[in-house]
C-alpha cells in the first residue's frame, strides 16, 4: 500500500518534535523540566559510585591514619549543610579556615566567584591538603585530579542554569546537584573508616525526641577528650561494603522527589501560577527560605530574581509568600517569626515543609497552599548496623528542587495544550 506523500510529512514532523528537545521545551513546563534534570543528575551520579568511593577511601585513610581533620569551604549553603546535617559527620572542623593544614576540603566551586575558589583550592593544596571539588565538569574540565585533588562530577546542567533566556542560564541547579553528590560521598566515606576499624560519629535530627540530648552527649565527649575532640565511636560498627551507602542514598532521594513531583506537582504549579499572577496585579512576590543550603541561595548564580526575601519587607494584601519550611509552618522564634509576620497581612500564602508533624498540618489556614516535602521523621535514609541513627538527609535535595522548580514553572508555565495540569 502507497503512502500519500502529506501522511509522511506528517508522521516526519512529530518524530521530529519528539527527539528534538529544544521542541519539548516548548511544551514542558519547567516543574518537570526540572523533575527530568534532577532524576538524570542522580542517576549519572550512581554511575559514577565507584570512582566517588575511591575519593571517599583516600580521605579515610588520612581522616584514621594521619588524624587529617575533615571540613568545607567556601560557598555558604554548602559549608551549612555539611557541617550541622541529621545524619552527617558529627564534624570535627566546619568552616576551614584559608591557612588550614593536614585537612581534607571539601568544596564547590561557585559561577560568580570562580577565578578565587580555584585560587583558594590551590593553595589549599600548596598547604598540604586533600581537596575534594564537588562541581560540574563543564567548570573542572582544566583541572587534573591527582593525590591531593579529587574532582567529584555533580552533574550540574551544563551552563548551571536550567532554562535559557536571551543570553542567561536561569534557574540554578549547581545546589541540589552538589548536596546530592555531598552525601553521595559522605556516606562512602564514613563506610571506607568502617572498614579502617573506625566509624565518625554522626548527628541525629534535632526534632527527633532525646535528639538535643543524644547529640549534646557527643558534642560534651568531643570537647573533652582532646583538643581535636572525639573523633570515633567507642566500637566500630561491622566493615560496610563499598557502593552500599551512596547507592542507598541515592536510590531513596530519588524515590523522594519523585515522590514529591507525583504528589505535589499540581501544587507546585499553582503555586508558580499564582506568583505569576500576582506579580501581573501589581503585587509583590516573596519568599521565606530556610534549610542549612537553601537560606544561602536567594541571589546566587543563575537565580532568575523572581522572589525577594521576606525579611523587613511591608507585605500587603496583594501580595504572594511562599514559605519553605522543614516541619512546620515558619512560626516562633526559632524560625524568626515569619508566620506571625505574614498570616495578619491578608497575602495569599503557600507552604512548604514534610508532613510526620500532624499538628503543623492541621495549622495551616484556609486558603493557604501546601507543598508536602514527603520525607520522614529523622531525616536520614541509610542504616549502617552498628550506629544508633540513620545516615544521610534527604531534606537539602527535596527543599531545593521544590523551590527552584516553581522558579522553572514560572519562566515556563506548562502549556495547557500539551497535556499538562495546573
Known amino acids: 500500500m502507497k503512502l500519500r506523500l502529506p501522511f509522511l510529512i506528517f508522521v516526519m514532523t512529530c518524530l521530529t518534535a519528539m527527539a528534538s528537545p529544544q521542541i519539548q521545551a516548548k511544551t514542558t513546563g519547567g516543574s518537570r523540566m526540572y523533575h527530568t534534570w534532577l532524576k538524570g543528575c542522580m542517576k549519572d551520579i550512581r554511575r559514577d559510585v565507584p570512582l566517588i568511593t575511591k575519593s ?44 588550614a593544614t593536614k585537612s581534607v576540603v571539601l568544596m564547590t566551586l561557585r559561577d560568580d566567584r570562580l577565578s578565587d575558589d580555584l585560587r ?86 534535632m526534632m527527633v525526641p532525646g535528639a538535643t540530648e543524644r547529640n549534646n552527649k557527643y558534642i560534651a565527649d568531643m570537647d573533652q577528650a582532646t583538643p581535636r575532640g572525639r573523633l570515633f565511636l567507642e566500637k566500630c560498627p561491622p566493615p560496610f561494603p563499598p557502593g552500599k551507602a551512596a547507592r542507598a542514598y541515592l536510590d531513596g532521594v530519588t524515590k523522594n522527589v519523585d515522590e514529591v513531583f507525583s504528589k505535589e506537582g499540581a501544587t507546585i504549579r499553582t503555586v508558580a501560577s499564582t506568583a505569576l499572577q500576582t506579580r501581573a496585579n501589581g503585587g509583590g512576590i516573596y519568599a ?17 530574581g523572581l522572589f525577594k526575601p521576606v ?16 516541619d512546620s509552618i515558619l512560626t516562633g522564634k526559632f524560625w524568626k517569626n515569619v508566620a506571625e509576620t505574614i498570616c495578619p497581612t491578608g497575602a495569599k500564602i503557600a ?22 516535602q514527603h520525607w520522614a521523621m529523622g531525616d536520614s535514609l541509610v542504616t549502617v548496623p552498628g550506629y544508633d541513627v540513620k545516615i544521610l538527609p534527604p531534606s537539602g535535595v527535596i527543599g531545593d528542587a521544590i523551590y527552584w522548580s516553581i522558579n522553572a514553572e514560572m519562566l515556563r508555565p506548562s502549556d495547557r495544550g500539551s497535556g499538562e495540569r495546573r
Open 120 to 205: 583558594q583550592a590551590s593553595e589549599f593544596q600548596k598547604q598540604g591538603n586533600m581537596v575534594v571539588i564537588f562541581a560540574r565538569k563543564t567548570v573542572t574540565k582544566d583541572l587534573e585530579p591527582s593525590a591531593t585533588l579529587s574532582l567529584i562530577d555533580t552533574h550540574a546542567a551544563e551552563h548551571g542554569g536550567l532554562i535559557p533566556l536571551g543570553d542567561k542560564w536561569l534557574v540554578p541547579t549547581d545546589q541540589p546537584a552538589n548536596i546530592a553528590a555531598l552525601w553521595t560521598w559522605t556516606g562512602e566515606f564514613i563506610a571506607a573508616c568502617t572498614r579502617l576499624g573506625k566509624a565518625p560519629q554522626v548527628w541525629q535530627s
Open 311 to 326: 525579611a523587613n519587607a511591608d507585605i500587603k494584601p496583594v501580595d504572594f509568600v511562599i514559605g519553605m519550611g522543614y
Open 56 to 99: 571517599a577511601e583516600s580521605a579515610a585513610r588520612l581522616y584514621v591514619e594521619d588524624e587529617y581533620k575533615v571540613g568545607a569551604w567556601g560557598d555558604p549553603g554548602f559549608v551549612e549543610e555539611f557541617r550541622g546535617r541529621s545524619g552527617g559527620i558529627l564534624p570535627i572542623s566546619w568552616w576551614v579556615k584559608e591557612n
Open 351 to 372: 507552604w512548604s515543609f514534610t508532613d510526620y508533624r500532624p499538628d503543623a498540618v492541621k495549622s495551616l489556614l484556609p486558603g493557604e497552599m501546601y507543598i508536602n
Open 288 to 304: 521565606a527560605l530556610t534549610g542549612h543550603s537553601l537560606m544561602h541561595e536567594m541571589g546566587c548564580a543563575h537565580d532568575p
